[in-house]
Nanobody, 123 residues
Framework: QVQLVESGGGLVQPGGSLRLSCAAS????????MGWYRQVPGKQRTLVAG???????DYADSVKGRFTIFRDLGKKTVSLQMNSLKPEDTAVYYC?????????????????WGQGTRVTVSS
């Protein structure tokens, strides 16, 4: 069964930095686009940053110049380096990946989500 396991969230002061990491595991035969989303209570989950298997990146306007997404195809990981954090970056951050995997004799290609990691930016 595919799992996306996130790490790296926590409490940081405004202007500080955090790095989130996400590792995919399971009987994976293809790993395509990966990304990070975030969600605050009462609002929809929104894309923060995405990266294709070819390395093309995309960022929400609110994080351009402050966040960097990168991946390691061999290790099946995607990370988000977050600098110059602001209180409005406070949210639960979710890893997302388009994964082809087999489980119990059945193979499929679909989106998977991590369990979420909380980031709080506060003094």
């Amino acid at each position: 069964q595919v799992q996306l396991v996130e790490s790296g969230g926590g409490l940081v002061q405004p202007g500080g930095s955090l790095r989130l990491s996400c590792a995919a595991s399971g009987s994976i035969f293809s790993l395509n686009a990966m990304g990070w989303y975030r969600q605050v209570p009462g609002k929809q989950r929104t894309l923060v940053a995405g990266i294709t298997s070819g390395g093309t990146t995309d960022y929400a306007d609110s994080v351009k110049g402050r966040f960097t997404i990168f991946r390691d195809l061999g290790k099946k990981t995607v990370s988000l380096q977050m600098n110059s954090l602001k209180p409005e970056d406070t949210a639960v951050y979710y890893c997302n990946a388009d994964i082809g995997a087999c489980y119990d004799g059945t193979c499929s290609q679909r989106q998977h989500w991590g369990q979420g990691t909380r980031v709080t930016v506060s003094s």
